[in-house]
C-alpha cells in the first residue's frame, strides 16, 4: 500500500440517510416558514366582496370563517394571518354598511321618502 495516495478512502464514501428526511407536503423542521391556513385567501375574497358588491351574502361567511381560522390560528401559526385579519375586518364592516343602509332605506320608505 503506498502512503501517497491523495484519496485514501475514494469510493467508501457513507451512504446518505435519507430515511429520516420527513414525508414531502410535511410540516418544516426547525426555522421554516409556517404553513398558509387553506381557507385564508378565501375569506379575504369574501370580506372584499362584502365591502364592495355583495354585503351580507359574503359578509356575514366572512366573518364566520374569519372567527374559526383566527381561533385555529391561536394553536398553530399561519403565514397568511394578516389575510385572516384582513377579511374578518372586511366583513364585519360591510355587514355593518350592509344592515345600516338596509335600516336607512326602511326608515326613507316608511316616511314617504326615496334615496332615488
Known amino acids: 500500500m503506498s502512503t501517497d495516495n491523495p484519496y485514501p478512502d475514494y469510493g467508501n464514501a457513507p451512504e446518505p440517510n435519507y430515511g429520516n428526511q420527513p414525508p414531502y407536503g410535511g410540516q418544516p423542521g426547525y426555522g421554516g416558514m409556517p404553513a398558509e ?59 355593518v354598511l350592509s344592515v345600516l343602509g338596509a335600516g336607512l332605506q326602511i326608515i326613507l320608505l316608511a316616511t314617504g321618502n326615496s334615496l332615488y
Not at 365591502?51 to 397568511?80: Q, R
Open 37 to 95: 391556513h387553506p381557507r385564508g385567501t378565501t375569506i379575504l375574497i369574501l370580506g372584499i366582496l362584502s365591502l364592495v358588491c355583495c354585503g351580507l351574502f359574503t359578509g356575514i361567511p366572512a366573518i364566520i370563517m374569519g372567527k374559526s381560522a383566527l381561533d385555529e390560528s391561536k394553536t398553530a401559526h399561519y403565514s397568511n394571518e394578516g389575510a385572516i385579519k384582513a377579511g374578518w375586518i372586511c366583513g364585519i364592516i360591510g355587514t
